[in-house]
């Protein structure tokens, strides 16, 4: 099936550091989502990216749907405690085998904020 | 209004046992969604409910997973004769609608231990 590659697979920062995590596909999709999970909860949408080559902020978050359609990355400025959790970047896929409702998720970047 | 709930949060189950799993989604949506996350993993997708109609099964892994949405409303994941491989957290996602551009509304989840 589908897969996405998703680096680095594990952060460990100060506060007040930016951060950058990025996902790439072998094949084209749709739509990026990224995600956070926080422990014993489910993933919570962060930022959702519908065309190739969007740039859409939410706070401190910065996403971008890179223009060949099988990339994304996620900056997050001047991180703080509460960031901590695991970002999960997703997309539906498109041509053959693609949907409009099966999501496709990274194996997710755990990030670690030191006060 | 209530999110997405699903009982129990947690489940350990003896090798062989049937276990059933529920799913409360917002109230109004059409779409709902069964995700597998094993440990380290991001979610993998199992089964898509538009209002009653199972339209898409093919993640599920193996003839020993039944998911049904009888009244187009809550639905319910069974495992019969559970395996030590079944161990994971079982979350569902419901989406107002269907289509690349709706939102899927994660639940907690429900972590399942084979023993």
């Known amino acids: 099936g589908q897969q996405l590659n998703q680096s680095p697979q594990s952060m460990f920062i100060q506060e007040g550091e930016d951060v950058s995590m990025n996902c790439t596909s072998s094949s084209i999709f749709n739509t990026w989502l990224w995600y956070k999970q926080e422990p014993g909860e489910g993933p919570v949408l962060l930022i959702a990216?519908?065309?190739?080559?969007e740039l859409t902020s939410n706070g401190r978050l910065t996403a971008q749907f890179g223009i060949t359609r099988k990339d994304s990355f996620l900056n997050i400025s001047a991180s703080i405690p509460s960031d901590v959790g695991i970002y999960f970047c997703a997309g539906h896929s498109g041509g053959s085998g693609g949907s409009n409702y099966k999501l496709t998720f990274g194996k997710g970047t755990l990030l670690t904020v030191n006060p | 209004g209530a999110g997405v709930s699903q009982s129990p949060r947690y489940k350990v189950a003896k090798r062989g046992q049937d276990v059933a799993l529920r799913c409360d989604p917002i109230s109004g949506h059409v779409s709902l969604f069964w995700y597998q996350q094993a440990l380290g993993q991001g979610p993998e997708f199992l089964t898509y409910f538009q209002n009653e109609a199972q339209l898409d099964k093919s993640g599920l892994p193996s003839d020993r997973f039944f998911a049904e949405r009888p009244e187009g409303s809550v639905s319910t994941l069974k495992i019969q004769r559970t395996q030590q491989e079944d161990s994971a957290v079982y979350l569902c996602?419901?989406?107002?609608?269907?289509?690349?551009?709706?939102?899927?509304?994660f639940g907690p989840g429900t972590r399942l231990l084979v023993l």
């Open positions: 990216l519908y065309k190739a080559g």
């Open positions: 996602a419901s989406s107002l609608a269907s289509g690349f551009q709706e939102t899927q509304y």
